[in-house]
């Protein structure tokens, strides 16, 4: 597929594309910038990707960063336009945490991921859609409104960086950042038909992220490709001493990593297909995309290996129990007192307090408020919290064990592939199963990537018959990101999947 070249149709452009063109002064940051913003204006008002659009700002960022250019000092990211998850602190830009707890919050400050985009002069569009402070998994449960799959919009786009994927997916955005605590990068990347990098835990600064489960979130990228990933990581990756679980550990070149794969071929490599991500209950269309991948895998040359990670039964008890425990505790800051919502119609103030948490947070907030309050509370401390725990020891254990022999692990990201709005909105265990392949990596640190390895028809019993996306997923062992990076790109070179884009105009 040709890259665009002419402003109508900028939004289509690769980053590295745009970089390559923006470097050769072949078109200009505002160029670039207006055409998104034009095309915010014609289709976000069908995805709802976006709460806030800084439109006026993003301008002037485009003009700064065409002076750099002009200079002759520009960096990879500058002029390019992107998106940020509005769980990430910007500063002077409303971030909301898509809760009415949080609906009028303009931070002072940057996250730090942010920070050293906008040190690189990245433009910054506007902030993404998500479920409330990160929990779900088809950005439902915005306190805004639902963002809808660029690919059908009668469907969910997947969570909780729905909104950053569909920016993407729809040609909103150049790339985006997202949080990932149990998937909500590569599930979302996966039902999108984009590529989504979740990275090893501490390898990018949690600082002014607002915490959902503080040992389980990971800030990472979305975006068309493993290169523009590559490009992305290497912008927000490394050691930050505002972030006492930041990694010290030096940040390769990932980009120039990338050209020991430029031939497409990936022989000799190692990887591992567990045989518990093949369970009873995957649609048969994932299975059969999955498998046409890893068949590719192994036509280019990689040694295709069943592996098994006996414990993987046991993830998403695990992760239910860890996450609504961190989260009942990361959440009780939330009290109507210091910033955010206030209730202020009692005299007594735990009446107003109590208020104040019923009506700033949404139900699936509160619910996993509560389960998570039970998991920690005395009595059932030992029965659950700590049992959890050693259960998480189990599942790291399964994966040591495993990469001693394999150099990555391929999967699926999702049994499923993207459902229609409201569908499982009422049912929270299937909604928890659909993340069921992405659970394990969170709950034991590794970095993981979901790629786009092609398309399977929609449900017979719709109106549209739709081809839906389906990712496949790389995991590997802790700061393996080169690694499947690699991989990633060597099977782009050999697919089209990531250039296809969805029919919304």
């Known amino acids: 597929m040709s890259e665009p070249q002419h402003p109508g149709e900028l939004w289509q452009l690769s980053v590295a594309a745009a970089s390559d063109l923006l470097a ?15 095309r915010i204006a014609a289709v976000d008002g069908r995805l709802s990707a976006y709460i806030t659009v800084t439109a006026d700002a993003a301008r002037e960022q485009a003009a700064a960063a065409d002076r750099r250019i002009a200079a002759g000092n520009a960096a990879p990211l500058t002029g390019i336009p992107m998106q940020i998850k509005d769980l990430l602190s910007t500063a002077g830009v ?25 040190a690189q002069d990245a ?104 290169a523009d990933c590559a490009l992305i990581l290497q912008a927000i990756a490394g050691h930050d001493p505002r972030d006492a679980t930041s990694l010290p550990a030096a940040v390769p070149d990932y980009a120039a990593g990338l050209a020991a794969t430029l031939d497409g071929e990936i022989a000799g490599l190692r990887l591992g297909v567990p045989a518990e991500y093949f369970a009873d209950g995957m649609d048969a269309g994932v299975r059969s995309v999955v498998t046409a991948a890893i068949d590719q895998l192994a036509a280019m040359g990689a040694d295709i290996r069943e592996v098994s990670l006996p414990s993987t039964e046991y993830a998403l008890a695990c992760y239910y129990i860890i996450a609504p425990s961190e989260c009942s505790a990361n959440l009780a800051r939330y009290d109507g ?34 389960l998570g309050a039970f998991a920690l509370s005395s009595g059932y401390y030992d029965a659950y919290y700590h049992k959890a725990q050693q259960v998480r020891t189990l599942i790291r254990q399964d994966f040591d064990r495993v990469f001693a022999n394999v150099d990555a692990l391929v999967a699926p990201v999702s049994p499923i592939v993207a459902f229609p709005l409201g569908e499982r909105a009422d049912d929270p265990i299937r909604m928890y199963l659909v993340d069921i392949y992405t659970l394990p990596v969170n709950i034991a640190g590794l970095p993981a990537i979901s790629i786009p390895a092609g398309f399977t028809p929609a449900d017979a019993d719709t109106d549209t018959n739709t081809p839906l996306p389906v990712g496949l997923q790389l995991i590997g062992p802790r700061l393996s990101e080169p690694t499947l990076l690699q991989i990633a790109q060597a099977y782009q070179q050999t697919t089209p999947w990531h250039q296809q884009r969805p029919p919304i105009r």
């Not at 050769?24 to 034009?38: K, N, Q």
């Not at 009028?104 to 991921?113: E, F, I, L, Q, R």
């Open 94 to 118: 409303r971030t909301t945490c898509a809760s009415a707890m949080l609906a009028d919050y303009t931070p002072v400050y940057d996250a730090t991921a942010v920070a050293r985009l906008r």
């Open 24 to 38: 050769r002064r072949a078109i200009s940051s505002a160029e670039l910038t207006d055409a998104y913003l034009e």
């Open 337 to 370: 007192v210091k910033y955010g919502y206030s209730h202020q119609g009692d005299g007594d103030m735990w009446a107003a307090m109590e208020r104040t948490r019923q009506h700033g947070f949404g139900p699936e907030v509160k619910r996993r408020i509560m």
């Open 123 to 226: 433009v910054l569009l506007g902030k993404g859609n998500l479920d409330e402070f990160g929990m779900g998994s088809s950005t439902e449960n915005s306190a805004f409104f639902p963002t809808r799959n660029p690919w059908d919009t009668a469907r969910v786009p997947g969570g909780s960086s729905g909104g950053s994927a569909a920016a993407v997916a729809g040609g909103l955005a150049a790339f985006a950042l997202g949080t990932d605590t149990g998937g909500s990068i590569r599930q979302p990347a996966s039902f999108c038909g984009i590529t989504g990098l979740k990275p090893t835990y501490g390898r990018v600064s949690r600082y002014g992220l607002v915490a959902y489960a503080s040992s389980l979130d990971q800030i990472g990228p979305l975006a068309r490709d493993a």
